[in-house]
């Protein structure tokens, strides 16, 4: 039995970390019926985003006031609502937190947006890269004398607000479950979770120890045994030998001088020894590279694209991958059980949702079962 089996999330469609959160959630053994916008114009093709899949899909409009009816006759079997709007959107559609624990004291309302429900610029319109920016965590990224780079949507939008949507998630359930907490709100703001997950670089910059010069720090390629180099066949090798014993080991595969060893953390040294490495791995292809460092301790990896880390053996010895997309679910023991999908029908009917009243939002349009 997986540890969400029986919870039901009702989630609001949106885009990026709100799926991932649910899809999250599904995998963890979780119901998800998810409400999608009739007038929603979709960035990507549907079939792009494995986020999406498995769970039930219903298209209503929230516009209407039996669109509205719905969604509350279906909160009363949910344990968990997800939605990404701004502030005040649901509110103003008569679904906001006390409106839904009206209906029901016990569902758990997370709301995920990039600026959090209050402050100065709660209502702004952002992506990750302005969540990023606003965090302090954006002036970190890229090299020095270009523009800072954007980290894909990795780091704000599914680092932090996939992250903290799923953590409020199941300490919500388990509030509501083992504490009898009613009517819990979590307000999961991503340009706050990304400032936390960089908590480390903000201690390191108040004691005076990180340079606001990109790539002179031991984390963000400064270092040269912490980052890439480029291969003999124009791939490359990410190196990540921080502590003394695995630096020790990288610079005897390396075939170095053993000297070297007891001069890791003089930075006057840095850029000879970027050199030396430069040229070293130059002479080789990657996966050369990967047989001379494969069991060691020297904490060298290929780069691998997409494609290429599908087929890796680790990754196919631990089945990382389940139909080509990562799967969340490696971390249970009982990952291979399937949760039966129910249809949005036996919903309804257990539910107690009138027929006629389904049949209504069908026939006018509200409703359409996807």
């Known amino acids: 039995m997986k540890p969400l089996e029986g ?26 019926i998810r409400v ?15 986020s999406l899949e498995n769970r039930i899909n219903i298209t209503v409009d929230l516009k209407s006031k ?11 079997g949910v344990d968990i609502l997800l939605e990404g709007n701004r502030p005040g959107v649901m509110e103003k559609i008569g679904l906001g937190p006390e409106d839904i624990h009206r209906v029901n004291k016990k569902t758990v309302y997370i709301r995920l947006t990039g600026w959090g429900q209050e402050g100065e610029i709660a209502n702004d319109a952002g992506h990750d890269i302005n969540y990023l920016a606003l965090s302090g965590v954006l002036s970190l990224l890229g090299k020095d004398g270009s523009p800072p780079t ?20 199941l300490l919500g359930i388990y509030e509501v479950r083992n504490n009898n907490k009613e009517s819990i709100v979590y307000d999961v703001a991503m340009f706050e ?21 990109r790539g002179t720090n031991l984390l963000d390629g400064g270092a040269p045994f912490y980052r890439c180099y480029e291969t003999k066949d124009n791939k490359y090798v990410a190196v990540g030998a921080l502590e003394n014993k695995f630096f020790k080991e990288l610079v005897s595969k390396l075939n170095l001088p053993k000297d070297m060893v007891n001069e890791q953390m003089n930075l006057d040294k840095w850029s000879e020894f970027e050199r030396v490495f430069s040229e070293i791995f130059i002479m080789k292809s990657r996966d050369e590279w990967s047989e001379v460092f494969k069991n060691t301790d020297s904490c060298v990896t290929p780069v691998l ?7 890796h053996p680790h990754a196919i010895s631990r089945g990382s991958f389940l139909n080509n997309f990562p799967r969340s679910d490696n971390m249970l023991k009982e990952k291979n059980n399937k949760v039966t999908k129910k249809s949005i029908q036996s ?21 359409l079962i996807n």
């Open 7 to 32: 919870v039901r999330v009702l989630e609001i469609a949106s885009i990026g970390p709100g799926p991932l959160a649910a899809n999250t959630f599904l995998e963890l053994g979780a119901e998800v």
């Open 66 to 76: 039996d669109g509205i009816k719905l969604v509350k006759e279906l909160i009363k």
């Open 347 to 367: 919903i309804f009917t257990e539910l107690e949702i009138s027929k006629d009243f389904i049949q209504q939002v069908e026939k006018n349009g509200t409703l």
């Open 193 to 213: 979770g990304a400032s936390f997950l960089a908590s480390l670089m903000f201690g390191l910059n108040d004691v005076g120890l990180w340079n606001e010069k």
């Open 305 to 311: 694209n997409l494609d290429e880390a599908r087929k």
């Open 150 to 169: 954007a980290p894909i949507n990795l780091v704000a939008d599914y680092g932090s607000g996939t992250m903290f949507a799923v953590i409020s998630g």
């Open 36 to 50: 999608n916008n009739p007038k929603a114009v979709d960035l990507l093709p549907t079939n792009a985003d494995p």
